[in-house]
Structures are given as C-alpha cells and as structure tokens.
C-alpha cells in the first residue's frame, strides 16, 4: 500500500460514522449525489461576508475523505453542494461548498456555508 493510500485509509476510518464522523450527502456539480463519511466542525451563525446588517449565515467546516467511494475525489468550489445537519441527528440543509480550506494526500478540508 502506498503513503497517500495509507494515509486515505487512516482518514476514512477516523470519519466513519462508527467513530467520529458522520454520514453527508455530497452533490457534486452536473454529477450525481452519493454519500461521503466525514468530520464536521459546526459554528455559531455568523455575519455574512458582504458585512450586511442583520444578515448571517451557517458556517461549517467539514473533512472530507478523499476516497472514490466514500468520499471526494474533486471539489468545484461554489459549485457543489453537501447536506448537513445543523446538529448531530438534525435534518439536514443543503450549503454550498464556497471554499477548499486545505488539501492533503488523504482528505479535503473545506468551508461550507448555508
């Protein structure tokens, strides 16, 4: 097995949802939707980017696999989309995927705001 093999490995395991992550659906741009496992950093409601008065929004930053199968191999960022609960449980809402945060062998760290 190679490194960054390994290393998505190590990532999908950490993600499964029978550790510490979650089950989202993806909904790549002009592809088809499919569950991906990942990790889920939820923050408060904060004011939009634009800095409009009274305006605010959903601002998660989600780890995603970089497994074909059980996760992402490609971001089009403002493009696709990922559903994800607001709390663990919780119906999920659809957010966009405005932008990838960082990128390893093993995983996307994106921000997902909604």
């Known amino acids: 097995m190679s490194f960054a093999a ?14 510490f992550g979650e089950v989202l659906l993806y909904r790549p741009h002009g ?4 569950d ?12 939009n980017e634009a800095g409009l008065k009274h305006s605010q929004q959903l601002v998660f930053e989600i780890v995603i696999s ?27 809402e659809t957010m966009r995927v405005q932008e990838v945060l960082a990128e390893g062998l093993g995983s996307w760290r994106i921000k997902a705001v909604g």
């Open 66 to 92: 970089r497994d074909p199968t059980l996760g992402v191999t490609s971001i089009n960022k403002g493009l696709d989309k990922i559903d994800v609960p607001r709390a663990r449980g919780a119906t999920a």
């Open 36 to 47: 991906v496992h990942a990790n889920v950093a939820r923050h408060p409601l904060t004011l």
């Open 6 to 19: 390994s290393v998505t490995a190590d990532m999908l395991a950490i993600a499964s949802a029978d550790e």
């Open 31 to 34: 592809g088809v939707a499919h």
